[in-house]
């Protein structure tokens, strides 16, 4: 079915990035919003913006019914998820492709394939693809999850089975704490996905976390490299580069066309990323779980490999078959992108909503920056803190890394405190430059740094 009309189903800086690849596809936009977003860059871009409800998301951006009253109405015939809210939901999914629209993104049953761990593991394994040691499915037998705690040894991570974004995750070091955590893991995932189901798996000491993108047209799947997403807090990616810096070629092979075999044993349409857990001692990978949708971190893989991944989704939803042969797609240079929150650091990271009184975007060679934000803007407190991100490319990683602190020093966003104190750290900091870390690396640091952020 050929796309006339996109509706862009989400907010922020995702809704910018889609405007922006549909205009050049020749599509008109529909901005849906809730009431507290009317002023929103995103609305003012789009062809036509509909109010779907209330700022609470339950009301507005999770409301699948008046989304489609949307759709129907401004007679769009396509609905982009972006990421987040419904973005992995199989349900929605199923709901526009029965409403006669097409969904940008794969088919319900794929996402209920992949976008559940225990079934997404089960489909890895099934594929070949290496997993972490542990449950073979969904656990909800206190005794039985005891059970497979002690067979597969401490440290284990206890993880929700759907959903994703660290939310409903636990380590435990012992048995008394794998009995203290487990409710209140179940307890986390049933409030953020609606589903308490858990699963168990071993903890890799020292894990860093790997990611593959890939394209699928239902039939045939491509990767467009890996990313390295390792620097994270609270489990929330913070620091993202493509490639990895520490990845023997011959590992990177391997780990892509896993990611392949594993989208093309799923019949995967559109783009996705595969999550690995990787040790950079014996080299090995372990897949964890399929992100089925857009990344947050997509913009680097982009930089690198000159795809546009959000025009290629959209296409690809439109029916065309990938036109993109794996032997064409190439690693070129290096690519950083940090998050620019509405947080304080120096307050633990607390929220920081508030108007934006001034904004000096960096620009230059091999900088970009995906935002939603405009002078006068009111970032508004019912949403999750992301303001936009910083993308830059060079050569060399060092170059990138030197590129991305004086785009940093350009970056001005006046009226709010942001994230930019800690990512002028981090490019400072030597173990980033050697990229000597791990996914549990970033938080030891930020204790012996603090006073560096209240500075």
Known sequence: MAIRKLLIANRGEIAVRIIRAARELGLRTVQVHSAADAEMLAVKMADEAVNIGPPHAAKSYLNIENILKAAKETGADAVHPGYGFLAENAGFADAVEAAGLVFVGPKGDSIRVMGDKVAARVAAEAAGVPVVPGSDGRVDDPEHARHIAMAIGFPVMIKAAAGGGGRGIRIAHDMAEFETLMPQASAEAKAAFGDGGLYIEKVIERARHIEVQILGDGQRAIHCFERECSLQRRRQKVWEEAPSAVLPQTVREKLCESAVALAEAVNYRGAGTLEYLYDDVTHHFYFIEMNTRIQVEHPVTEMITGIDLVREMIRIAGGEPLSIRQEDVRINGHAIEVRINAEDPAKNFQPAPGTVTALRVPGGPGTRFDTMLYQGYQVPPFYDSLLGKLIVWDTTRAGAIARMARALDELAVEGLSTT????????????????????????????????????
């Open 420 to 455: 930019k104190p800690l990512h002028q750290l981090l490019a400072q900091d030597e173990s980033v430059a050697k990229a000597d870390f791990h996914t549990r690396w970033l938080e030891p640091w930020l204790e012996a740094n603090a006073h560096r952020l209240n500075s």
